[in-house]
């Protein structure tokens, strides 16, 4: 949605820019244009062609994803009304594209300007990646001190020959909502873990709401978690933080260890114990937060659930929080890379009756980069644990 939209904008701004040559070939005598009845100087016929050039390069910027695409449409949008107002009897109706243009620009610096959610993420993510652990390759003496069932999961996952995690990068797609009987919006996203004494988890959202873009920023570092929420990148909808966010993020970092990077389960402050031959529970510390999670695993050795008490359910303004059993299904184990994941997930809110158990998060798995460098260029790179793009199915 928020794409297609983008392209119709990126459209309607450049035929707005071509519209600019009419005055530019008055100005400069290419051809006559009875629209404009005002006379055009030869120098105001080049401020409409500079303009033109402007507003067309605007556009085109917007159609390609050039985050700072808003900078030129900003100038564009100066050059653009400077030009229509030296011959406004007939071209002020121009004005009506430029207020097209203006609002696209105010939107395209609240959603990727400095001070935008994706911006902080982008920093956020160099700032993380800056750090460096030594990445030794996983062997089978990494994995005796764990459970049957989770060593036999991390084997089978590819963790064995290859480095350990210390960082990840997911690309993901899916749909999420508030409740058990409120409409579904369709998202993606991008997040980057870390693994260390003081991990982090860094999740950026781009969603849609009845067509309204929806930006959703979660960071987890230094022990502490926040979720932050806009419409449209202007109007702040939940700003949530404090012990309650702390410790359910603690869980879902518990949860995206397990999933998304089982090599880094043989280094992770986690207690085991084992419960049957499919069950195993661990305790998982971050800072003062200690979470509890069930896994289930089947006869492949993959992990199929992940099941927590410890997780904390937001209100709709994410100003309350009560505790509600949260789990984890996943599916489809596919060969990412030299890794092998499940590439479909839900996430379940399990309520007490009338609502109860209900999926709010379908989830699937784009994209997985392990080990990311960050090398003097200041570009971010993978090194051999790449995982290539997946094709997740349909649910």
């Not at 400095?114 to 160099?126: D, F, G, K, N, T």
């Not at 869980?251 to 880094?264: I, K």
Request: aromatic share 8%; glycine share 8%.
């Amino acid at each position: 949605m928020r794409n297609a939209i983008h392209a119709l904008v990126a459209t309607v701004i450049v035929v707005h820019g071509l519209t600019h040559l009419f005055g530019a070939a008055k100005g400069l005598g290419w051809a006559q244009v009875d629209q404009l009845k005002e006379p055009i100087s030869s120098g105001v016929g080049a401020l409409w062609l500079v303009a033109a050039a402007l507003v067309i390069t605007a556009g085109v910027l917007l159609g390609i994803g050039i985050r700072w695409w808003w900078v030129v449409g900003g100038v564009a949008f100066l050059a653009s009304q400077a030009a229509i107002s030296t011959s406004w009897a007939g071209a002020r109706i121009g004005t009506v594209g430029n207020a097209v243009l203006l609002a696209a620009v105010v939107y395209g610096y609240a959603s990727e300007g400095p001070r935008s959610y994706r911006a902080e993420y982008r920093r956020l993510v160099a700032v993380a990646l800056a750090q460096s652990w030594p990445a030794d390759v996983v062997t089978e003496a990494d994995l005796v001190h764990l459970p049957a069932l989770v060593a036999a999961y991390v084997r089978h996952s590819g963790a064995v020959g290859q480095p350990r995690v210390t960082y990840f990068r997911a690309r993901v797609h899916g749909r999420i909502r508030a409740g058990a009987t409120k409409p579904w919006m369709r998202f993606t996203g991008e997040q980057v873990n870390t693994f260390s004494p003081q991990p982090s988890r860094l999740f950026s959202m781009d969603a849609a709401w009845f067509g309204l873009p929806v930006d959703v920023l979660h960071v987890f570092r230094g022990q502490a978690a926040t979720m932050r929420v806009k419409a449209a990148s202007i109007v702040p909808m939940v700003d949530a933080a404090g012990p309650e966010m702390d410790r359910g993020e603690t869980v879902t970092l518990f949860n995206d260890l397990c999933l998304l990077a089982p090599a880094a389960i043989i280094d992770a402050p986690v207690t085991w114990h084992e419960l049957d031959e499919q069950r195993v529970r661990g305790d998982y510390t971050c800072g003062a937060n200690t979470v509890t999670a069930e896994l289930t695993f089947n006869e492949d050795h993959d992990l199929v659930d992940f099941v927590s008490d410890d997780r904390l359910r937001a209100s709709v303004d994410a100003k309350s929080f009560i505790r509600q059993r949260w789990s984890t299904p996943v599916q489809n184990y596919q060969q990412i890379g030299p890794r092998r994941l499940a590439a479909v997930a839900e996430a379940h809110w399990h309520a007490s009756e009338p609502e109860g158990e209900f999926a709010y998060v379908d989830l699937h798995i784009d994209h997985v980069d392990y080990n990311l460098a960050r090398p003097a260029t200041g570009t971010i790179t993978a090194d051999a644990t790449t995982a290539p793009a997946v094709a997740a199915p349909k649910s």
